[in-house]
């Protein structure tokens, strides 16, 4: 089983930006798609975007223009680029295979984005 590290997560001016990584104990080649989810305080937690194998992407429509998902199979690491920050993207950040697997949930990063 992989073994997921997010990190990356910060208190940020909206507006701002942040670069979140997550690092895989293993093959995130051999996985195929990746994907970073949220979970803000009393929210389920949400898709918020995704890339396969050969780095196709696709986003959540609130994060469409501003978040940036990529991944470095050589490094299994996949890396997610936050621009024009929001107090609404404030949340615990988790990168997990899509679609996600129960055991492969990590602690997360958290982001808060506040002036």
């Known amino acids: 089983q992989v073994q997921l590290v997010e990190s990356g997560g910060d208190l940020v001016q909206p507006g701002g930006s942040l670069r979140l990584s997550c690092a895989a104990s293993g093959s995130i080649f051999s996985i195929g798609t990746m994907g970073w989810y949220r979970q803000a305080p009393g929210k389920q937690r949400e898709l918020v975007a995704r890339?396969?194998?050969?780095?196709?992407?696709n986003y959540a429509d609130f994060v469409k223009g501003r978040f940036t998902i990529s991944r470095d199979n050589a490094k299994n690491t996949v890396y997610l680029q936050m621009n024009s920050l929001k107090p609404e993207d404030t949340a615990v950040y988790y990168c997990n295979t899509y679609p996600s697997r129960s055991a492969s949930w990590g602690q997360g990063t958290q982001v808060t984005v506040s002036s």
């Open positions: 890339i396969t194998r050969g780095g196709s992407t």
